[in-house]
C-alpha cells in the first residue's frame, strides 16, 4: 500500500510538505540558491519556509506518521499556493522543467559539507547529498562527503527558460503607485467605462475611482497610476494601447515623462548595465532629490548613455559636467526613470538581477554589454575578459546571466587598492576560446577601446581543449567499444595517437573535437547504436565539467536545512548551474514504517540512483 504521502503526491496530485525533526537526509543549507523552472532564482530555505507559512496561514489539516528514524509533520501544499510550482532540471543531457512534488525542512545535522569550485560556485550540503559527478563510467550522483578535490561536477551550460515581456507601467507602479499621475492624451477610457457601465460616475463607483479627480475640468483624464492600470485592465485592453493613451506621467505632481516605450527593450537593460556599473540610482525622500547618472572618460560612452536613456524616457534633460579627475558625469533628474530602473534590477534585495533572468537572450546581452562598458577589462588582446564588481551577490547574478547566453565563467576574489585603502572586489572572468568566443559574439560593447577587441568566429571543433569543455572520461571506453563494434581504425576518427591516449585515458581532448570525430564516421555505424549515442550526447550535451577544489566539513549556519521532491528526473539545478540530487524524505519516511520492501519499481517511486 501507498503512504499517506505517496497517496497524496501521487494519487491525488498535491504537493506535499515534509517537516522531519530527527532525520538525516539529502538536503541544502537554507542559503542554496535553486533555478526555478520559470528563471526565477531564489533561496531554498526562503521558498521552503514560504510554503510552511502558507500552509500555517490556510490553517491547513496535518498529521505526524512515521516511527523508528524520526517523525514527519505532512502538510498539503498545492501548486496554487507555491509561489513557484517547477524547477529546473536535467536529464539525457538536455535541460526539463519539471514538477516541484515536495518540499522538506530537516533539522541540520551537527556537520555539513563545503564543496568550492573552480568556477566560483559553493555548496553547504548534508553529507549524503548527492551531486552529479564525472566518473569513468558516466555521470553519476555521489555523496558529498565522498566528493574530493580534482573531482568534476556536471553544471549546465546553457539556462534555456521560458521568457516574458516586462511592462514599464507595471514596472513602476511595484512601489507607491499613488505617486505617479497618468495623463492620458483624450477621454477614450472615460467613454469605454461609461459605456460598459453606464456612467463614468458608476464606473468610478464599482472600480473604486475618483471620479472628482478624473472628470474635473481642471484636471481633466488624470488617473493615479494604480487606478489607471485598474481602469484599463477592466476593460480588457492590452499595455501596447493603454500606453499609446498616455500623454505624459508625472511624479509628484513634477516633471513630466513620455514613456517611448511599452515594454522592458535591450536598450533599457544596456542602460542600467551602465547605471550598476559607472552610476548611481539615487532616491532621497529628504532631500527631493532622484536622478540617474553615469560616468566615464569617453566622450563617445557617455553620448551613447545619453541617447540610450532618450530611447525609453522622453522629458528629463542631461546634465553634464567633468571633474578635476577628466571624468564626465551626465545625470537625469527623474524619479520615474530611476524607480523604473531600480525596480527592474530589485536593487537592495536577494533578488537582485534575477528578474533579468527572464528576459529574452537580446535583453540579458545587452545587459551585460553595458555593464562591461562600465566596469569591464579586456586582457591578452581580447581572449581574456573581466567584469568586476564590489558584490558577491552581483557577481552571481552575473555569472548566472553568462549562463543564460551558454557562457561559462570563473568568479574570483581580489584586493583592489584606492586612494581610500584597498577592498574586496570579484572578477567574473571569460576566457578559454569556446567561451570568449561565444561572449563577444553576443555582447556587444559601445566603448570605442573594448569594442576593438572584438575576436573572429572560431570553429570550436577546431581548438585545443577548455577545461570547462573536456570530454568525460567515459570517452575513452565509448570510443574503443565502438571501435571494435564496427572494425573501425584509430585514424578513421582522427590522429591515431590522440585517439589512443585517450582511449588509455592518459589525455582527455575537448567536446568540439570529439564532436569532429563522430562527423568523421558518420555512414560507418548505426545512428543508433548505444554506444555512439551516448558519445553524441557527450558531445553536444548541456553540460560544462565544473572541476571541484576544495572540500571541508563546516558547521551549520541554522538549525535546518532544506530539499525539495522533483517529479521524474528528481534532479534540480543549485548555485549557478550545479545538477543535484533531490530529497529521499518520502522514501525514508516509507521505509521507516515498513511499507516499501525495496529501493526501486514501486509504484509512483521517488527515488532514483
Not at 534555456?160 to 483624450?186: N, Q
Not at 566622450?299 to 536613456?309: H, K, P, R
Not at 551626465?330 to 531600480?342: D, M, T
Not at 584586493?415 to 581610500?420: D, K, L, R, V
Amino acid at each position: 500500500a501507498l503512504t499517506l504521502a505517496e497517496y497524496l503526491a501521487f494519487e491525488q496530485g498535491y504537493h506535499v510538505l515534509v517537516i522531519l525533526t530527527d532525520m538525516t537526509n539529502y538536503c541544502f543549507s537554507g542559503d542554496t540558491e535553486v533555478v526555478f523552472g520559470d528563471g526565477t532564482v531564489k533561496e531554498i530555505g526562503r521558498f521552503v519556509e514560504e510554503a510552511l507559512s502558507l500552509t500555517i496561514n490556510r490553517h491547513t489539516p496535518y498529521m505526524v506518521v512515521g516511527q523508528g528514524k524520526g517523525s514527519a509533520l505532512l502538510s498539503l501544499v498545492s501548486s496554487r499556493n507555491l509561489t513557484h510550482s517547477t524547477v529546473l532540471s536535467w536529464e539525457d543531457f538536455r535541460l526539463r522543467e519539471c514538477r516541484i512534488q515536495a518540499v522538506e525542512k530537516i533539522v541540520a545535522p551537527r556537520k555539513l559539507v563545503l564543496i568550492r569550485t573552480r568556477s566560483g560556485a559553493e555548496l553547504k550540503v548534508t553529507p549524503d547529498q548527492k551531486l552529479l559527478v564525472d566518473t569513468l563510467s558516466g555521470p553519476r550522483l555521489i555523496p558529498a562527503e565522498e566528493i574530493r578535490p580534482g573531482d568534476e561536477l556536471y553544471s549546465i551550460e546553457k539556462l534555456d527558460v521560458k521568457t516574458e515581456r516586462i511592462a514599464l507601467l507595471h514596472l513602476l507602479a511595484e512601489r507607491e503607485p499613488e505617486r505617479f499621475f497618468v495623463h492620458t492624451k483624450d477621454d477614450s477610457i472615460e467613454r469605454a467605462l461609461a459605456e460598459k457601465y453606464g456612467s463614468l460616475s458608476e464606473a468610478c463607483r464599482r472600480l473604486g475611482l475618483s471620479y472628482e479627480r478624473i472628470a474635473d475640468a481642471h484636471v481633466k483624464r488624470r488617473y493615479r497610476l494604480d487606478e489607471f492600470l485598474k481602469a484599463v485592465g477592466d476593460l480588457g485592453w492590452d499595455v501596447e494601447k493603454a500606453t499609446a493613451l498616455i500623454e505624459y506621467l508625472t511624479a509628484d505632481g513634477k516633471q513630466r515623462v513620455r514613456l517611448k516605450e511599452s515594454y522592458v527593450t535591450p536598450d533599457l537593460t544596456r542602460l542600467l548595465g551602465m547605471v550598476l556599473s559607472d552610476g548611481t540610482i539615487y532616491e532621497s525622500e529628504e532631500l527631493g532629490a532622484y536622478y540617474v547618472s553615469f560616468s566615464n572618460r569617453s566622450t563617445e560612452l557617455v553620448e551613447a548613455f545619453i541617447q540610450l536613456f532618450r530611447s525609453v524616457f522622453d522629458g528629463p534633460e542631461p546634465q553634464v559636467h567633468t571633474n578635476q579627475d577628466g571624468v564626465i558625469i551626465v545625470r537625469f533628474n527623474s524619479l520615474i526613470a530611476a524607480r523604473v530602473l531600480s525596480n527592474l534590477a530589485e536593487l537592495g534585495t536577494p533578488k537582485e538581477l534575477t528578474r533579468l533572468m527572464r528576459l529574452g537572450e537580446d535583453h540579458v546581452a545587452s545587459f551585460i554589454a553595458g555593464y562591461f562598458d562600465g566596469d569591464g577589462s579586456v586582457l591578452r588582446n581580447g581572449r581574456k575578459v573581466h567584469i568586476t564588481t564590489a558584490s558577491r551577490l552581483r557577481a552571481n547574478r552575473i555569472q548566472l546571466l553568462l549562463k543564460r547566453l551558454g557562457i561559462p565563467s570563473v568568479i574570483q576574489k581580489r584586493s583592489s587598492g584606492g586612494s581610500f585603502g584597498s577592498s574586496e572586489v570579484y572578477d567574473v572572468v571569460i576566457q578559454g576560446p569556446i567561451s570568449i568566443t561565444r561572449f563577444w559574439r553576443y555582447v556587444r560593447p559601445a566603448h570605442p577601446e573594448k569594442r576593438t577587441y572584438r575576436l573572429p568566429e572560431t570553429d570550436i571543433t577546431r581548438v585545443r581543449a577548455e577545461r570547462f569543455y573536456l570530454s568525460p572520461r567515459v570517452t575513452g571506453q565509448l570510443l574503443r567499444r565502438l571501435r571494435a563494434r564496427y572494425g573501425l581504425r584509430q585514424k578513421e576518427l582522427g590522429p591515431s595517437s590522440t585517439v589512443s591516449q585517450v582511449e588509455r585515458l592518459t589525455r582527455r581532448v575537448s567536446r568540439g573535437v570529439l564532436s569532429r570525430w563522430l562527423q568523421s564516421v558518420e555512414g560507418k555505424v548505426n545512428p543508433g547504436d548505444p554506444d555512439f549515442v551516448a558519445l553524441r550526447s557527450l558531445a553536444e550535451g548541456n553540460y560544462v565539467l565544473d572541476e571541484v577544489v576544495e572540500v571541508q566539513e563546516v558547521e551549520p549556519d541554522g538549525a535546518y536545512v532544506y530539499d525539495l521532491t522533483v517529479e521524474g528526473t528528481h534532479r534540480l539545478i543549485v548555485a549557478n548551474g550545479i545538477i543535484a540530487s533531490n530529497c529521499e524524505a518520502l522514501r525514508e519516511i516509507s521505509a521507516a514504517r515498513e511499507e516499501v520492501p525495496g529501493r526501486k519499481g514501486y509504484p509512483g517511486y521517488m527515488y532514483t540512483d
